[in-house]
């Protein structure tokens, strides 16, 4: 019988970590405290990265957010849009076409879309940190207030 080992962690301090696109910074989660912190990225000779790579049971390595993400979720949103002609504008700003701006500056003329972005974002990245989260083993505390099978 496996055992769960309850411990609290910080949905917005994990989010955080899962939406932070410093390159140079590598997340963790500690599993058994909650507790969730960073490290140089690029030195794989440190101490303290060998320490988490012999503990991998214990330290899990939060994904980074990185410049593929961000296009991945642009391009979801972009083939969203209704209306053809911001769709246009939107296409050709992704493809780095001039005369048009970056995408944010884009919307800011269309508030309606601007904040269907928003809501765009925080649903692809809230479902990405629950899918790494199940992909771990870790449930939040309403996977089992809502699971029969837990008691």
Same mark, same amino acid.
């Given at each position: 019988?496996?055992?769960?080992?309850?411990? /609290?962690?910080?949905?917005?301090? #994990?989010?955080?970590?899962?939406?932070?696109?410093? =390159?140079?910074?590598?997340?963790? #989660?500690?599993?058994?405290?909650?507790?969730?912190?960073?490290?140089p990225a690029?030195?794989?000779?440190?101490?303290?990265?060998?320490?988490?790579?012999?503990?991998?049971?214990?330290?899990?390595?939060?994904?980074?957010?990185?410049y593929?993400? /961000?296009?991945?979720?642009? =391009?979801?949103f972009?083939?969203?849009?209704?209306? =053809?002609?911001?769709?246009?504008?939107?296409?050709?700003?992704?493809?780095?076409?001039?005369?048009?701006?970056?995408? /944010?500056?884009? #919307?800011? *003329?269309?508030?309606?879309?601007?904040?269907?972005?928003?809501? *765009?974002?925080?649903? *692809?990245?809230?479902?990405?940190?629950?899918?790494?989260?199940?992909d771990?083993?870790?449930?939040? =505390?309403?996977?089992?207030?809502?699971?029969?099978t837990?008691?």
């Amino acid at each position: 019988m496996t055992s769960i080992h309850r411990v /609290e962690i910080s949905w917005e301090d #994990l989010l955080a970590a899962f939406t932070n696109g410093e =390159a140079h910074l590598a997340y963790f #989660l500690d599993r058994f405290t909650g507790e969730i912190f960073f490290i140089p990225a690029a030195d794989e000779e440190n101490e303290v990265r060998q320490q988490l790579d012999l503990h991998q049971d214990r330290f899990l390595e939060i994904p980074p957010f990185d410049y593929r993400i /961000e296009r991945h979720i642009l =391009a979801g949103f972009v083939a969203s849009v209704a209306d =053809a002609e911001l769709k246009g504008l939107l296409t050709a700003s992704m493809a780095g076409r001039k005369p048009f701006g970056k995408i /944010e500056d884009i #919307l800011s *003329f269309y508030p309606r879309e601007e904040e269907r972005l928003m809501l *765009f974002k925080d649903n *692809f990245l809230s479902s990405r940190l629950k899918s790494w989260m199940e992909d771990n083993n870790l449930f939040t =505390a309403d996977t089992f207030l809502h699971d029969p099978t837990h008691p």
